[in-house]
Nanobody, 127 residues
C-alpha cells in the first residue's frame, strides 16, 4: 500500500522554526515527486513546495521562498520541510502529497495530479 505519513508539526512562537517530515512507503521517490500543501481555517489550500523526482528541482510558493527549505533523503524515503522565520500567517494544516513524475507548477504548485496524500500535521504559530 502506498502511504505518506507527516510528522513534526506543533506550536511555535513567531520567528521560530519547525521541521516537518514526510515518510513514504510502498513506492519510491525515484519515480514520485513530493509536494507540501497547507490549508488554513477559512482559506483555500495552497501549494507550498515541491521536489521533482527526476532531478530534485525544488519549487516554492512566493509566500515561503527564502524561509522554507525542502530536502529529500531517498535512502529513508523521506522528504523534509524546514520552516524558519515562522509567522502567524503560516498557521495551517500541512499535508504532503505524491505525484508520479515531476512536480506540476502552472505557475503555482498544483495538486491536480497528486495521487497520494498524508493525513496532515498541524502547525500553529503564535504571535
Amino acid at each position: 500500500e502506498r502511504q505518506l505519513v507527516e510528522s513534526g508539526g506543533g506550536l511555535v512562537q513567531t520567528g521560530g522554526s519547525l521541521r516537518l517530515s514526510c515518510a513514504a512507503s510502498g513506492f519510491t521517490l525515484d519515480d514520485w515527486s513530493i509536494g507540501w500543501f497547507r490549508q488554513a481555517p477559512g482559506k483555500e489550500r495552497e501549494g507550498v513546495s515541491c521536489i521533482s523526482s527526476s532531478d530534485g528541482q525544488k519549487n516554492y510558493a512566493d509566500s515561503v521562498r527564502g524561509r522554507f527549505t525542502l530536502s529529500r533523503d531517498k535512502a529513508k524515503s523521506t522528504v523534509y520541510l524546514q520552516m524558519n522565520s515562522l509567522e502567524p500567517e503560516d498557521t495551517a494544516v500541512y499535508f504532503c502529497a505524491a505525484e508520479p513524475g515531476d512536480c506540476t507548477v502552472v505557475p503555482d504548485i498544483s495538486a491536480t495530479y497528486m495521487q497520494i496524500w498524508g493525513q496532515g500535521t498541524f502547525v500553529t504559530v503564535s504571535s
